[in-house]
């Protein structure tokens, strides 16, 4: 019997494959080159790169206190004496004001998202993979919170929980979660239905390990890119609850804050009242072209 | 290992199946909503994927199943490996009936493993080759060391450089290769038997015949018995030494490959051997095998499920289902069909005298 198959068939050696001069990195690795090559992706991370390291290390980058003013220098404009962005309706130094309301903004862009990431992720997967029954229950659930308008929710959470920057961060977090629980339960159900997942489970492999080892990874990268794309729309609805005086009280600096309270002086110094917005501005779009970059680059072939 | 796990001995069959039967039921359209107008309050639609298979696989034999798109071979495998749920039926592994009672689908799938037939979909592609392989032992409860070694080990079997091959992720490698890595993935556990589901169908044909050789090397080395499965009446009749054919989720004629191939006893597998192209130009089909296509599953036809496509149809044949039956020639051969024609006394008029001499099969004639 041996015989016949090996005479039948055609004997070809197995190709050696060539030794490849680099090394093969990893996923990220791969991630990573591709990103540098993207000029988009590099300009908006290195704005958010002087953002952030300027939120962080404002009582050292600011130039002067933010919450002291002086009665003269209120409503100066660009490069009044040493004011090198101007100076608000209480004479406060903008750019100081403005590095220390990138604190509170930056982590209300983030922190809910990352909540979001976390619980509405974990619902998602168990909902992609969990079978029939968990997927209607936790779905149809999310499908309640969407009926409410995003912006309308937040306000009517925060507002009923009394208003605050904890509030706030908790009302756009329970904002976030439907979405990011539908972009995880559909790439969790794409995922599911492919061979591999078969495999591990006629490996032996419980749902847990196989969520582990093989689900998370191959979900992680559509999930990240989504999260990082709502990074903006929590800035801008975190602004938009200051705004209404909603999440954070004065005299904190943040810019929905400011960019509330300066509206009033817009025909005063126009360019100094439009600052916290173009601050929201920038740093939502470096947002964007972030994870625009990292889309492209996260799509790598099977 | 394999011989510590030798249980029944040499003539104990390593697999049985007996009866297995997998119905699915059909929702929305012709199932619940529309089967009340069109049916009334008859039983839901319902899809007769395996409709009551049995065979067994003795031990270090290649098994072949044969048949059609969508007569029910990729789910018996799913069936034969539980990532189905059967309605009904029985597996026993080397005597141990699996399921209550025996031993449990964990260790039945400690020594049967199987293979996809889309080798890119069934490799993990964020994962490195190596892990993707190391997996099943780490599951199985070795340590991470043990299973990294027993990777190693399976990718030398399938004659893959470990440490050229092994850091790569599937993108990275041809379609030949992951279908190797693949095969290696199932090997890391040391299993017994392999379910081989259209492992070769999706290669070229150079590399069909390298993977091929492949298998039957790993076979001989490791002991293995395969159960393969293929559309490909080439591949299986290289590769088997008996042979299954399916026709909508039932076994119409088992056994040896070269009498089978040879002789084959039921009117489908005639007509399924001819339809095969010929290499040699006189020996040109001009009249279609067999006509129609397979009838609906859901609406089956009652009795002999082949009758309304056969050549020899009479009334016995939709009357009842026929049950297989021996070469009434060659009774020891194993050689098995389900057709009248082969029934003594079942009331079809070549009943006992064998399927007619076919100027078709023979080639003969244009």
């Known amino acids: 019997m041996a015989d016949r198959e090996e005479t039948a068939s055609v004997a070809i050696a197995f190709a050696t494959p060539r030794p490849i001069a680099r090394r093969r990195g990893s996923y990220w690795g791969e991630v990573w080159r591709k990103l540098r090559r993207r000029p988009g992706a590099l300009v908006g991370a290195t704005i958010l790169g002087i953002i952030?390291?300027?939120?962080?290390?404002?009582?050292w980058v600011a130039p002067y206190n933010p919450d002291t003013g002086s009665i003269l220098s209120r409503l100066k404009p660009f490069g009044y004496r040493g004011h090198l962005l101007g100076a608000d309706e209480l004479g406060r130094d903008m750019l100081s004001r403005l590095i220390y309301g990138g604190r509170v903004s930056l982590l209300m862009g983030v922190v809910p998202v990352i909540c979001a990431t976390i619980i509405g992720g974990g619902f998602g997967i168990a909902a992609g993979f969990g079978g029939r029954l968990a997927n209607t229950i936790i779905m149809r659930v999310m499908?309640?919170?969407?009926?409410?308008?995003?912006?309308?929710?937040?306000?009517?959470?925060?507002?009923?929980?009394?208003?605050?920057?904890?509030?706030?961060?908790?009302?756009?977090?329970?904002?976030?979660?439907?979405?990011?629980?539908?972009?995880?339960?559909?790439?969790?159900?794409?995922?599911?239905?492919?061979?591999?997942?078969?495999?591990?489970?006629?490996?032996?492999?419980?749902?847990?390990?196989?969520?582990?080892y093989h689900v998370i990874g191959n979900v992680l990268g559509p999930v990240l890119v989504y999260a990082s794309s709502l990074v903006s729309v929590s800035i801008l609805l975190s602004a938009g609850l200051s705004f209404l005086g909603l999440s954070v009280h004065p005299p904190t600096?943040?810019?929905?804050?400011?960019?509330?309270?300066?509206?009033?002086?817009?025909?005063?110094?126009?360019?100094?009242?439009?600052?916290?917005?173009?601050?929201?501005?920038?740093?939502?779009?470096?947002?964007?072209?972030?994870?625009?970059?990292?889309?492209?680059?996260?799509?790598?072939?099977? | 290992m394999s011989e510590s796990l030798d249980r029944g001995g040499p003539a104990q069959p390593l697999l049985i199946a007996r009866d297995l039967r997998k119905h699915f039921l059909l929702r929305g359209k012709g199932g619940k909503a529309g089967g009340l107008l069109k049916r009334g309050l008859g039983a839901p639609a319902r899809v007769h994927a395996v409709d009551g298979v049995s065979f067994s696989v003795a031990k270090g034999e290649t098994l072949g199943v044969v048949g059609e798109s969508g007569c029910g071979k990729s789910t018996l495998a799913r069936l034969l490996m539980h990532l189905l749920p059967r309605d009904q039926g029985e597996l026993i592994l080397d005597g141990d009936v699996v399921g209550t009672g025996g031993i449990g689908v964990p260790a039945f799938r400690r020594q049967v493993q199987m293979v996809f037939q889309d080798s890119s979909a069934s490799l993990n592609p964020r994962l490195a080759v190596r892990d993707s392989i190391a997996f099943g032992p780490r599951i199985q409860g070795h340590s991470r060391g043990d299973a990294a070694e027993k990777a190693r080990q399976a990718l030398r079997h399938v004659s893959l450089d470990p440490d050229l091959i092994g850091e790569r992720y599937p993108h990275e490698l041809s379609g030949g290769q992951k279908q190797r890595v693949n095969i290696a993935r199932a090997l890391a556990i040391g299993p017994r038997m392999v379910i081989l589901d259209?492992?070769?169908?999706?290669?070229?044909?150079?590399?069909?015949?390298?993977?091929?050789?492949?298998?039957?090397?790993?076979?001989?080395?490791?002991?293995?018995?395969?159960?393969?499965?293929?559309?490909?009446?080439?591949?299986?009749?290289?590769?088997?030494?008996?042979?299954?054919?399916?026709?909508?989720?039932?076994?119409?004629?088992?056994?040896?490959?070269?009498?089978?191939?040879?002789?084959?006893?039921?009117?489908?597998?005639?007509?399924?051997?001819?339809?095969?192209?010929?290499?040699?130009?006189?020996?040109?089909?001009?009249?279609?095998p067999v006509s129609g296509d397979p009838p609906n599953p859901v609406d089956l036809p009652p009795g002999c499920r082949f009758a309304p496509r056969c050549r020899y149809a009479e009334a016995v044949c939709t009357a009842g289902m026929p049950p297989l039956a021996a070469d009434p020639d060659r009774p020891a051969s194993g050689h098995e069909a389900a057709c009248f024609i082969h029934v003594p006394d079942s009331g079809h008029s070549l009943a006992g005298r064998g399927l007619p001499v076919d100027e078709m099969a023979t080639g003969t004639l244009q």
Not at chain 1, 186 to 210: K, P, Y
Not at chain 1, 282 to 302: E, P, Q
Request: hydrophobic residues 50%.
């Open chain 1, 52 to 59: 952030v390291l300027a939120a962080i290390f404002a009582p």
């Open chain 1, 143 to 212: 499908d309640v919170f969407y009926a409410f308008p995003s912006v309308l929710l937040a306000v009517a959470i925060t507002g009923a929980m009394g208003g605050g920057v904890l509030d706030g961060m908790i009302a756009l977090t329970l904002v976030f979660i439907p979405p990011m629980c539908r972009v995880t339960e559909t790439a969790t159900a794409q995922v599911s239905g492919l061979d591999f997942i078969e495999a591990a489970r006629s490996s032996g492999a419980g749902g847990l390990a196989i969520v582990r």
């Open chain 1, 253 to 302: 600096a943040d810019w929905g804050l400011m960019l509330s309270t300066l509206m009033q002086s817009v025909y005063v110094v126009p360019w100094v009242c439009a600052l916290p917005g173009a601050a929201i501005f920038i740093t939502s779009v470096s947002f964007s072209l972030l994870s625009d970059g990292l889309r492209a680059a996260m799509n790598v072939r099977g």
């Open chain 2, 198 to 288: 259209e492992p070769v169908s999706a290669l070229d044909k150079s590399v069909q015949a390298q993977v091929l050789n492949l298998l039957a090397r790993l076979r001989r080395e490791l002991g293995l018995t395969y159960i393969f499965i293929s559309h490909d009446l080439g591949v299986v009749r290289h590769i088997s030494q008996r042979v299954l054919v399916m026709y909508l989720g039932q076994v119409v004629e088992i056994g040896p490959a070269e009498a089978l191939f040879s002789g084959p006893m039921h009117p489908y597998t005639r007509a399924l051997l001819a339809s095969r192209p010929s290499m040699d130009p006189s020996r040109r089909i001009e009249r279609q």
